[in-house]
């Protein structure tokens, strides 16, 4: 009865907020006006990130059969694998973007924004310079590496593809690293539904541009650069409008770039890329840990239904992002009882939402399952538990790291992590062979509740009360 109570207030609270969905935004001279505002500037951002997720998701799922049946086998194959790599390019700002991020919005809540300046211009610096040393080390090792050896292609065509194809991946890819800035820099200051209106431009012009380059007959190097290339036209567009109209004031300036600053964001930048290393360790190995030790054969009927109950955290991660930059302004005013009860709510959403989508797809999956693979993957009952149970952890998991994220308690988040990963890695093997396909999310539920999300609520908890009287 007490949970039901939670969760009916938790969405109640939810449905209040509708009315925080609008252009207007709330004066803020007071602190209830900030609150209001930071409500509404969290709610625009959750629902353009949902309409840019799914526009990305459809424009990926266009291209497919289109590319398909343009390229040869071996073609197509390089085109899946530089394609699939797009993901890196949530990693090529090596945790700088973030590190960005955090004093944007910090400073932000100090109202510094002469700070705020000189944050972004070292931003840029820093992600320039890298970018211009891997453009530059490419290009030294561009006619030194047999790049078609790295694809296992065998055709002629295919071999002399290779090269270019990769080449143009990487200059995408570096220079993602410096146009994402603006980006960082708007949902800093909480304008997130900026870069996800941004964000669907791009997946729309990447889809024109390769249906150009179908229609033309172009080469793999155009298609690669049509699908990552165009996107970063949309990305210099925002950077052009956003800081030469929208808030000139905040535009870089050489003379703005310091070497104090560039420092703080790097040492910042490289606690968040650990962070993001480790998580990618600890929670997308369980495929290779299942080859190893169960064979190969038992990988799809874990990672089919993991994509299923994938859709829960993606969800709640749109939801939840926006609070990360909302709690830093927060507490940078010292409003810490909006944080509070902000985070409270968060963590009663998550665990609702969670709950009971995890409990539809329990007791459906299998038939869903079934008309989506053809009853090709049968998935035993305790790994859909168990699945249902690391989203409900997971869930309560992404509600607190934003709220660390956002009070720049990183350091801390990178000690758990890193040791949530050496246990949940060590335990994944272990359960594995003792309990089979289903041993991996139990190990990764058990190792992240104990490790990261219960020191994580008790250190949250005495941050908290320690600034209860600000």
């Not at 207007?24 to 505002?37: I, L, M, Q, S």
């Not at 927060?330 to 009663?348: D, H």
Request: include cysteine.
């Amino acid at each position: 009865m007490a949970v039901a109570l939670k969760l009916r207030h938790g969405f109640g609270a939810i449905a209040r907020k509708l009315h925080y969905v609008r252009l207007t935004p709330f004066d803020t001279d007071t602190a209830e006006g900030r609150a209001h505002e930071r409500q509404r500037r969290v709610a625009l951002s959750a629902m353009a990130s949902m309409v840019a997720k799914v526009i990305s998701v459809s424009t990926a799922l266009i291209s497919v059969p289109l590319t398909l049946h343009y390229l040869g086998a071996e073609q197509y194959g390089m085109w899946i694998i530089l394609s699939s790599l797009q993901a890196s390019f949530t990693f090529a700002d090596l945790g700088v973007g973030n590190g960005v991020l955090n004093q944007v919005a910090t400073l932000y809540g100090r109202d510094d924004f002469e700070g705020i300046r000189r944050v972004i211009s070292c931003g840029y610096a820093i992600l320039t310079v890298v970018a211009l040393a891997i453009i530059g080390l490419f290009a030294a090792l561009y006619h030194l590496v047999p790049w078609f050896e790295i694809f296992n292609v065998k055709t002629a065509a295919a071999q002399a593809e290779a090269g270019p194809a990769l080449g143009a991946f990487i200059l995408c890819f570096a220079a993602a690293m410096p146009l994402g800035i603006v980006q960082k820099v708007q949902i800093g200051l909480q304008r997130g539904f900026m870069a996800s209106l941004w964000q669907c431009a791009g997946s729309v012009i990447g889809l024109v541009g390769v249906l150009v380059c179908i229609k033309m007959k172009l080469s793999l190097f155009w298609l690669i650069f049509a699908l990552m290339g165009q996107p970063l036209v949309a990305a210099l567009l925002n950077s052009l409008i956003f800081f030469g109209f929208i808030e000139r004031g905040l535009s870089p300036r050489l003379r703005q770039i310091s070497l104090g600053v560039m420092r703080a964001i790097s040492q910042t930048g490289a606690m968040f890329f650990v962070l993001q290393i480790v998580a990618a360790a600890t929670f997308y190995v369980d495929s290779i840990i299942l080859a190893q030790v169960l064979g190969a054969s038992q990988v799809p009927v874990y990672s089919v239904p993991e994509k299923l109950f994938s859709l829960i955290a993606t969800v709640l991660a749109m939801v939840q992002a926006p609070l990360w930059p909302a709690y830093s302004e927060a507490v940078a005013r010292g409003e810490y009882e909006w944080a509070r009860r902000t985070l409270r709510n968060s963590q009663i959403f998550a665990a609702g939402f969670a709950t009971i989508c995890s409990t539809v797809l329990v007791i459906g999956g299998p038939t869903i399952l079934h008309y989506w693979v053809n009853g090709a993957v049968q998935p035993p009952l305790m790994l859909m538990l168990g699945l249902a149970i690391w989203k409900i952890v997971e869930g309560q998991g992404n509600a607190m790291a934003m709220f660390l994220n956002g009070t720049n308690q990183i350091r801390f988040l990178v000690v758990l992590s890193v040791v949530t990963a050496v246990v949940a890695v060590t335990l994944k093997v272990l359960l594995a062979r003792q309990f089979g396909i289903s041993g991996t999310v139990w190990a990764t539920t058990i190792a992240f509740s104990i490790f990261m999300l219960i020191p994580s609520i008790m250190h949250t908890r005495k941050y908290l009360l320690e600034h209860s009287g600000h």
